[in-house]
């Protein structure tokens, strides 16, 4: 296993072992003498030095993980058994954690918990780290990640998209590669819909498989805690630390053991999907090819595929919002919206205050409704061992998601409104990439305290998906992959960025080069391209983006490379060389020379506060 050697934020050199994306590769680095201590401190001083914001709302201080750090050792030191010992974790902003405050996303309702959240407790128990509290939508309310004080949570793919809600930032701070997994919540799909966008694992569990103690509530008796993970196994090893009953919650429920166990599958077995006239992708033809493909890929594993009737599923699902379910988003804020309304997003204000035309009447009424459909729903399930549903139909533009707020974040829900009010078990997963490079993922759909028995069937068809980035190897090792320098469209965020992403590449730190490196905006180039070139008279440090790209991909990655770029060999600031992209000279006669800001990212930032057109 070959190494490199960088700064930690404490000072002393640090042995990089590998990416670190998953439980797997974490053990592996401690098991081979990383130090914890300096891992934890590294990935604070990197989100501090990113800039928190947009994903992140609070972060952990240095002196207070490594407080829980060394308790987590002592504990160790004297025989008990940590699990997730080492671990960073994030959390989402309406879930306490003690030494941070909870928001809700929402500044002025701001709190100092006492302690921690009891899953949150169960956690750290088992040597976990709570790295920070990320963005959401505010007070939970909404499936794309838009409605937040703090900033917009973007897609990781194409930060042009949302990366869906309302646990946008747990899913992006998983995805982004900070954190092995988060805690999100789920009452609508909000655990399920921003897995899906960003291509990784999304565990809703059972109601009540979770304590809510600590939780500031949606919709109380809906509420889920959920996890993002990039692997099945990580979420389920997770939940099964996470889960417990808790006397002291109300909506606790004492599952058993079988909840969480391993299933083995029959050879044979039934999945339901609803009757194609019933499927909808709101135009989405990609999406709706890719769940297509996913039916035939269950099908391989040994699945008959079962049409049913959608509309009691779909009628359930029109009361979350439609219906005096609302008023319980109301009873959880009612003191404070009414004190402060102004503090309140508006699209969330507006949401929340329609519950005031609604009666004690109304509110039975809908309860008979929903029971009404669960009746008719136990024929379906009479027929299918279990569901299979596009996770979202499609995915929106940020500012297509702003200019039609209400309608667009309702067609998001379309197949994940129903689960909670029907008392279901789901698990969303990577099912595909559309050809922008955009994700599309599949959830499976179980009864009540089947999340283990649908979580073994969702990782083997994820299994199946081959090369899927949210779906990492299990122990992977520096050698299998080799880090490369981007400067320009494949940077986060930018337009090339999924031909890194979509072969499984990992964003591994921001820096610079080494003095001596000049960079050029090339002209007829689209995407818009940077070229850089050595030139030992430049005395700016230009600003990379280090990705471990598996090897696997790395020839097909350089294929795609048209001149005058190519892959060559970048000297970074601390003297490590690492292979980047370089340019031929001969394409920089009419390039503009844009050494002296810096970077790309400068550069479109100065093109955009002057008005002026790209190259």
Not at 111 to 136: C, M, R, S, W
Not at 303 to 319: E, I, K, N, S
Not at 447 to 455: K, L, P, Q, S
Request: hydrophobic share 45%; aromatic share 8%.
């Amino acid at each position: 296993m070959t190494t490199d050697t960088t700064r930690s934020a404490v000072g002393a050199p640090a042995t990089r072992l590998g990416p670190l994306h998953d439980l797997a590769s974490y053990r592996s680095a401690y098991a081979a003498g990383a130090s914890p201590a300096q891992v934890i401190a590294d990935l604070l001083a990197r989100i501090e030095a990113d800039g928190p914001a947009p994903v992140w709302i609070s972060v952990m201080p240095l002196a207070q993980a490594m407080a829980m750090l060394a308790a987590a050792q002592a504990r160790r030191d004297a025989g008990g058994e940590l699990p997730l010992f080492g671990i960073p974790f994030a959390v989402k902003d309406n879930i306490d954690v003690l030494g941070l405050p909870t928001t809700a996303g929402c500044p002025e309702f701001a709190y100092e918990p006492q302690q921690h959240a009891f899953v949150v407790q169960q956690l750290v128990d088992a040597g976990a780290i709570p790295v920070g509290k990320t963005n959401l939508d505010q007070f939970a309310t909404g499936l794309n990640g838009s409605r937040s004080p703090y900033g917009i949570p973007r897609c990781v793919f194409d930060q042009d998209y949302v990366s869906g809600g309302s646990s946008s930032g747990s899913a992006v701070a998983v995805a982004n590669g900070s954190v092995v997994f988060a805690l999100g919540t789920d009452t609508a799909g909000s655990g399920r819909v921003p897995a899906s966008f960003n291509n990784l694992v999304g565990l809703k569990p059972t109601k009540g498989l979770f304590s809510g103690s600590g939780l500031v509530p949606a919709a109380r008796s809906l509420d889920c805690i959920s996890v993002f993970a990039h692997t099945v196994d990580d979420a389920l090893a997770v939940t099964r630390v996470a889960a417990g009953y808790d006397v002291a919650d109300a909506f606790s429920r004492q599952a058993g053991p079988a909840a969480l166990a391993e299933k083995q599958w029959p050879n044979r077995f039934t999945f339901g999907v609803p009757a194609a006239h019933q499927l909808e992708f709101f135009g989405d033809d990609q999406a709706e090819a890719l769940f297509a493909q996913a039916i035939e890929k269950l099908e391989g594993q040994g699945g008959t595929c079962v049409r049913f009737d959608y509309l009691p599923f779909q009628q359930a699902a029109q009361l979350l919002y439609a219906g005096p379910w609302v008023a319980e988003r109301l009873a959880a804020i009612e003191d404070f919206v009414e004190r402060q309304p102004e503090a309140v997003h508006p699209v969330v204000r507006d949401i929340v205050l329609s519950a005031r035309g609604m009666s004690a009447v109304d509110t039975f009424n809908a309860i008979y409704r929903l029971a009404d459909y669960v009746r008719q729903a136990e024929q379906t399930w009479r027929a299918i061992d279990v569901m299979l549903l596009p996770t979202a139909p499609t995915i929106y533009t940020v500012e297509q998601m702003l200019a039609d707020p209400v309608l667009l974040n309702s067609n998001l829900g379309y197949y994940t409104n129903f689960v909670n009010l029907m008392d279901l078990s789901a698990i969303a997963v990577p099912a595909g990439l559309r050809g922008n490079g955009l994700p599309f993922g599949v959830t499976f759909v179980g009864r009540a305290f089947e999340d283990g028995a649908i979580a073994c069937l969702a990782r083997a068809f994820t299994n199946q998906q081959g090369g899927q980035p949210a779906v990492p190897s299990a122990a992977p090792a520096v050698a299998e992959t080799i880090a490369v320098a981007v400067v320009g469209a494949h940077l986060s965020g930018q337009p090339l960025n999924h031909q890194l992403t979509g072969r499984g590449a990992r964003l591994r730190s921001r820096t610079r080069t080494a003095p001596g490196y000049a960079l050029y905006a090339l002209a007829n180039t689209t995407p818009e391209k940077p070229g850089m070139i050595r030139d030992a008279s430049a005395a700016g440090n230009i600003e990379v983006e280090i990705w471990d790209l598996p090897l696997a991909g790395f020839g097909a990655f350089v294929d795609e490379i048209p001149a005058p770029l190519g892959i060559g060999t970048v000297t970074l600031e601390d003297g490590s060389t690492v292979k980047g992209f370089l340019c031929e000279p001969y394409a920089l006669q009419q390039a503009r020379d844009i050494t002296h800001l810096g970077g790309w990212r400068a550069y479109r930032a100065s093109l955009a506060q002057a008005g002026q057109p790209a190259p």
